[in-house]
């Protein structure tokens, strides 16, 4: 007999009883479970089973599939096959082998990924390579600055006035650097420091460098005093 502060609900859960109520922890279990299983299928990529069928075909992708996409960079066109959420910087890097842009913060903030997008300075992380298929689409990465084995003025500059360190936001300033000189090709060091104040970010803070390469790759010369 249970006792009078007992739940009954608890001795029938307790008793094994086919016939007993399912209280609602027990409810949340079973439910819970079952969306995980679903959830897991579909991630995984497996359809559900079909009717009398115990082994549903696994490993089939669930999503848009990669297509066949032409990309015009540096002056030739590349065909590669990519899924859709493939971004720019990633077909350059992990499909075509254009390791010049740097993957870093991923989320339009450092530079380091900027390429030029028809004479434009553009985050490569930002602009997916489906986008960038079209013929109009003129892509130029620092590997197409200049011939190889060479270095473009703009580079040269960096060389020059120290303004690399580590490497890794470079590549994206030299890029960066090339559309604004096409815009403005004589800056003064006020301007080229107005200039660097955003878009691209130097965690070693060669900035005083970065400064003084921006106008020598324009063509102007500055002080050691005058680039402070």
Not at 140 to 161: D, K, M, W, Y
Request: aromatic share 4%.
């Amino acid at each position: 007999m249970p006792k009078d502060n007992d739940d009954p609900r608890d001795a029938s859960r307790s008793s094994g009883s086919p016939n007993r109520e399912i209280g609602r922890r027990d409810f949340v279990k079973i439910v819970g479970g079952t969306s995980v299983a679903i959830t897991t299928g579909v991630l995984a990529g497996v359809p559900p089973a079909a009717e009398g069928e115990d082994n549903p075909p696994r490993g089939k992708l669930v999503g848009p599939a990669a297509v066949l996409i032409s990309l015009k960079i540096n002056g030739q066109i590349h065909k590669l096959t990519v899924e859709p959420r493939v971004t720019l910087i990633d077909a350059l890097r992990n499909h075509l082998d254009m390791t010049g842009a740097k993957k870093v913060c991923d989320r339009a903030t450092c530079g380091a990924c900027t390429v030029q997008i028809n004479g434009k300075a553009v985050y490569s992380c930002t602009v997916l390579a489906i986008d960038s298929r079209y013929e109009n689409a003129d892509i130029r990465t620092i590997e197409g600055l200049a011939p190889e084995g060479q270095l473009h003025p703009i580079s040269a500059a960096f060389v020059a006035n120290d303004a690399q360190q580590c490497g890794f936001c470079t590549s994206g300033f030299v890029m960066a650097t090339k559309s604004y000189l096409d815009a403005n090709s004589h800056p003064t060091i006020e301007e080229a420091q107005q200039w660097l104040g955003g878009g691209n970010i130097c965690r070693c803070g060669t900035y005083r460098g970065l400064r003084r390469a921006v106008v020598v790759a324009g063509g102007g010369s500055v002080s050691v005093e005058g680039a402070d």
